[in-house]
């Protein structure tokens, strides 16, 4: 074999390796700020929820549709922990939690954008038989954008499947309709 040879393959060779380091970069940091963005509305921060959001976002959930991040921000500051915390008697020694995980991410890149979908299910510790219990669950539908570097949400569409926005079918998630044949 010959050394242009040799090297056109080392170039390419080199050339898919920083193209796999960089999804796979990319995917981590996606995969980092869905994590972030749980952790953050189960700990009442609004300002980490808030760093994970393009300024014109968007938040499609049970609670209506909230555009840009002034109504992401109102919206998102009676939710989860930031609203559970107003709730803490005086004198309180402990007191319940819920959780919220995500997990399945389906991640596509294609460069500065980013469509995902990922379930999601929250357990509670805050049952009358003092033991923890699932909640709730669903699913995201995502889509990012890469701004100076850094992931963000554009858009998110939150799915509860135990709520009045369950569908008999996900399109976003690959499902047919089940009555089709």
């Keep these: 074999m010959n050394k242009s040879v040799l090297g056109i393959a080392f170039g390419l060779l080199c050339c898919t390796a920083i193209a796999l380091a960089d999804y796979a970069n990319d995917r981590a940091e996606i995969e980092n700020i869905s994590t972030r963005y749980m952790v953050a509305v189960d700990a009442g921060d609004i300002e980490a929820v808030m760093s994970t959001w393009a300024e014109d976002g968007v938040l499609e959930w049970v609670?209506?549709?909230?555009?840009?991040?002034?109504?992401?921000?109102?919206?998102?500051?009676?939710?989860?922990?930031?609203?559970?915390?107003?709730?803490?008697?005086?004198?309180?020694?402990?007191?319940?939690?819920?959780?919220?995980?995500?997990?399945?991410?389906?991640?596509?890149?294609?460069?500065?954008?980013?469509?995902?979908?990922?379930?999601?299910?929250?357990?509670?510790?805050?049952?009358?038989?003092?033991?923890?219990?699932?909640?709730?669950?669903?699913?995201?539908?995502?889509?990012?954008?890469?701004?100076?570097?850094?992931?963000?949400?554009?858009?998110?569409?939150?799915?509860?499947?135990?709520?009045?926005?369950?569908?008999?079918f996900y399109p976003g998630l690959g499902e047919k309709d089940p009555r089709a044949r």
């Excluded at 020694?93 to 460069?111: A, C, M, P, Q, Y």
């Excluded at 995201?140 to 963000?152: C, F, M, P």
């Design 63 to 168: 609670g209506g549709v909230e555009n840009g991040k002034a109504a992401i921000r109102k919206a998102m500051s009676n939710f989860g922990g930031a609203a559970a915390a107003r709730n803490i008697p005086e004198g309180a020694k402990s007191r319940s939690r819920t959780r919220h995980f995500i997990l399945n991410h389906v991640i596509d890149v294609n460069g500065d954008t980013a469509k995902t979908v990922a379930y999601w299910f929250n357990i509670t510790n805050d049952t009358p038989q003092k033991d923890v219990q699932l909640v709730y669950f669903g699913h995201y539908e995502d889509e990012l954008v890469k701004q100076n570097g850094h992931w963000l949400f554009k858009k998110r569409r939150v799915f509860n499947e135990s709520l009045a926005n369950r569908a008999l």
